[in-house]
């Protein structure tokens, strides 16, 4: 049971570059997640998908775009890199019972990308 | 608007001693608090979580909650800080229009 794992672990890309982070997990869970996480702005919800099949909108989307594969795979795709993209990115998921957020989130160890 | 404060960005004690690690929320219904924490070069870990009934939650490594509605804070303490308890502390909120909000964080050091 590897838990949520995500790769790659570290990228550089040059600006206008594109570029898939993979997300997975093992746990059967219905609602994954992927965030940003920058100095002094916390964690911020880019986007989310509450179930197999759909997609939401978190705080900050712009730049971004995802894809729930199936229940286990959800990828975030960054069509054309930006400076303003460099962060640490992770993914994260739960079972999601009933209202979602209120159960437990299992993050990975993210994936620290920089866009020069 | 629905936020959630941590007032603290860097909290500092010393081995042994209690800790707490503030929070604040502003938010319509019924508040579902959570806390997290992250080591270094990790991912974030749960630590506990307020839903409904006890207010005062224990979660893991030793960590309690008081969720207080009149003060609308949810603390988080420890009566006995490790240095291994250093990392750094998310508080949040699981708001009604399926959003999850988070604090900003509050960085933890526990002085040997």
């Known amino acids: 049971n590897a838990g949520v794992t995500q790769t790659p672990k570290f990228q550089v890309l040059k600006t206008g570059q594109s570029m898939t982070l993979q997300c997975a997990q093992d746990?059967?869970?219905?609602?994954m997640y992927w965030y940003r996480q920058d100095p002094g702005m916390g964690l911020r919800l880019i986007y989310y998908?509450?179930?197999?099949?759909?997609?939401d909108k978190g705080e900050v989307p712009n730049g971004y775009n995802v894809s729930r594969l199936n229940k286990r795979e959800f990828s975030l795709r960054l069509e054309s890199a930006a400076p303003s993209q460099t962060s640490v990115y992770f993914c994260?998921?739960?079972?999601?019972?009933?209202?979602?957020?209120?159960?437990?989130?299992?993050f990975g160890p993210g994936t620290r990308l920089t866009v020069l | 608007a629905q936020s959630v404060a941590q007032p603290e960005d860097q909290v500092n004690v010393a081995e042994g001693n209690p800790l707490t690690v503030k929070c604040t929320y502003s938010?319509?219904?019924?508040?579902?608090l959570f806390w997290y924490v992250q080591y270094p070069n990790r991912g974030l870990q749960f630590l506990l979580k307020?839903?409904?009934?006890d207010n005062l939650v224990k979660g893991s490594y030793g960590f309690e909650a008081e969720f207080n509605k009149s003060q609308t804070s949810f603390h988080l303490k420890k009566p006995s800080a490790l240095v291994s308890d250093s990392a750094l502390y998310f508080c949040?909120?699981?708001?009604?229009?399926?959003?999850?909000?988070w604090g900003l964080g509050t960085s933890l050091a526990v002085n040997p």
């Open positions: 938010v319509s219904g019924n508040p579902y």
């Open positions: 746990m059967n869970h219905n609602s």
């Open positions: 994260a998921s739960t079972v999601n019972r009933g209202r979602l957020g209120t159960d437990t989130q299992y």
């Open positions: 998908s509450a179930s197999e099949g759909t997609t």
């Open positions: 307020y839903i409904t009934g």
């Open positions: 949040g909120y699981a708001g009604n229009n399926r959003k999850l909000i």
